[in-house]
């Protein structure tokens, strides 16, 4: 696919309108208490959800993170129209609390992850996240460092390849296809997806591989978790981005597959109960919780969503509110 085509005509944004309703009066309140909203785009993307946000808000001020440099370079040209509104900044999410610390703000008003790999990364062949097609095994979201998909899998010895496969994938073949990559690499060192793809599917039984979806796919998927350090990334990153909202404000978040959704929950529902004691005879303040849920579970697309666009089908999105800072005062 070519670089060439802007970024709004490449992408539809998740729940794009959903997302802006929920950091609405987060939003609308802090520009009327203060002039102006401030937001954090954790997952910047190709600029959907961002732009939707700078269309419809006038007073917000956005701060867009992405780790992969050439969605910031294209989301930039689709945001240039609000630049002045706009810091753009090449982060990890985890590192959310510095980088607005270090812009100057004290605290946001919202915040939003849209997490995983973008059309983008999928759509363009030579990163190698897609199992259909044949490209240079590499899968780094930020291509400027780090281990690629093709280190893993030439130098990860036969447990820890089936660990991975079997966690980060939930591959119930996870042995099998761990010691057909070793049997492989032995014989020559991977290098592209499209090898990589044949060997696993003959190392998943054909009946499996007949009703399973894509035999290729739990594994690929595990890979690029384990690549990007994704699952370790997001345990550290919600937690941060919480303890950087002010009071009222919102953190949406919409994860693509279970193990992503779980760690959500567990830090919503830990900052959306009472800390107090079992037994305790009255809620201190200090144990109050400090967040409220806004989502009742979880929300996902209508089928009209996914009709129109079918990456959409596994989204399922999660919304908290913050409701009281700390008893001393303290952000988090
Ligand atoms: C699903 S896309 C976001 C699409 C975006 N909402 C839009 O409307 O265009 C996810 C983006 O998050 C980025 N990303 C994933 N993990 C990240 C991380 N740990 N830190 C920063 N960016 C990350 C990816 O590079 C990708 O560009």
């Known amino acids: 696919m070519s670089e060439e085509r802007p970024a709004s005509e490449r992408h539809v944004p998740v729940l794009r309108d959903r997302c802006v309703n929920l950091l609405a009066p987060a939003l609308e309140a802090a520009a009327a208490a203060t002039g102006r909203a401030v937001v954090v785009d954790a997952t910047l993307g190709m600029g959907g959800h ?147 793809v044949e060997v696993i599917r003959t190392a998943v039984p054909a009946a499996a591989a007949r009703t399973g979806g894509h035999p290729a796919k739990r594994t690929f998927q595990a890979l690029r978790i384990e690549v990007n350090e994704e699952l370790d990334v997001l345990e550290r990153a919600i937690p941060a981005a919480l303890s950087v909202l002010g009071v009222g404000g919102r953190a949406v978040v919409m994860s693509y597959h279970s193990l992503e959704d779980k760690i959500v929950k567990s830090v919503f529902a830990a900052e959306s109960s009472s800390s107090a004691p079992k037994g305790f005879p009255v809620e201190l303040e200090e144990h109050k919780p400090r967040f409220r849920r806004l989502t009742k579970g979880t929300e996902t697309p209508t089928a009209e969503e996914i009709a129109e666009n079918p990456r959409a089908a596994s989204a399922r999105l999660r919304a908290v509110e913050r409701i009281r800072t700390s008893r001393d005062g303290a952000r988090s």
């Open 50 to 196: 961002s732009e939707a946000m700078l269309e419809r808000f006038p007073n917000l001020h956005l701060i867009g993170l992405d780790r992969d440099t050439q969605a910031l370079r294209l989301a930039g040209e689709r945001l240039a129209p609000w630049n002045d509104r706009i810091d753009l900044v090449h982060a990890v999410y985890d590192e959310i609390a510095d980088v607005v610390t270090d812009l100057g703000f004290d605290s946001i008003d919202g915040v939003l992850f849209d997490l995983g790999v973008s059309s983008l990364q999928l759509d363009e062949r030579g990163r190698g996240f897609a199992y259909s097609y044949d490209a240079p095994l590499d899968m780094r979201m930020d291509t400027s460092r780090g281990a690629t998909a093709a280190d893993v899998v030439n130098t990860y010895d036969e447990a820890e390849l089936a660990s991975v496969i079997r966690r980060w994938g939930e591959e119930k073949f996870a042995r099998r296809i761990a010691a057909a990559i070793v049997a492989a690499r032995d014989e020559e060192p991977f290098s592209t997806t499209g090898r990589l």
